[in-house]
């Protein structure tokens, strides 16, 4: 490349280095709420459970075509489907979720069953607020 061409392009490139970038600074702490609600899935209210307070964050992988065994749990949980897509079933009760939804499963809630509906693993990410010791499922 002659020289005569090759030094406008070092200005030009030098002159993108002096084009204003926002700053991390102006970045914003964003807070979106996911779900506020003091009943479970199954419109029943939810209690906090007696004795030594334990918070858990759980991550849970259905593998494709799997479902749970059916099962309760004694404390209140908050679930958010972050890939995939399940089945929920309690009685004749179905609820479908898909990455992105969120829901509270009540410990008053009864016993139900999930099946991952997708062709990849569903991913949920769990928060229960237990008591140490409790078990988080009861398998039935």
Known sequence: MKLK????LCFLFIGTLALPYPSLS?????????????????????NYPEGKPE??????????????PIHTHPAPMLIH???????????????F????????ESNNGGAHYVKNIGKKPA???????????MPTTINK
């Open 26 to 46: 102006e970045e914003k702490i964003e807070v979106i709420p996911l779900i506020q609600t003091s009943k479970g899935l199954s419109g029943k209210n939810f």
């Open 55 to 68: 918070l858990r964050l759980l991550k849970v992988k259905i593998p494709a075509g799997i479902e749970t």
């Open 123 to 133: 991913i949920l990410h769990v928060g229960v607020v237990s008591v140490v010791g």
């Open 81 to 95: 489907v972050t890939r995939g897509r399940i089945r929920h079933f309690r009685g004749k009760e179905i609820n």
């Open 5 to 8: 061409k090759f030094i406008p």
């Open 97 to 104: 979720f898909k990455a992105g939804d969120a829901f509270v």
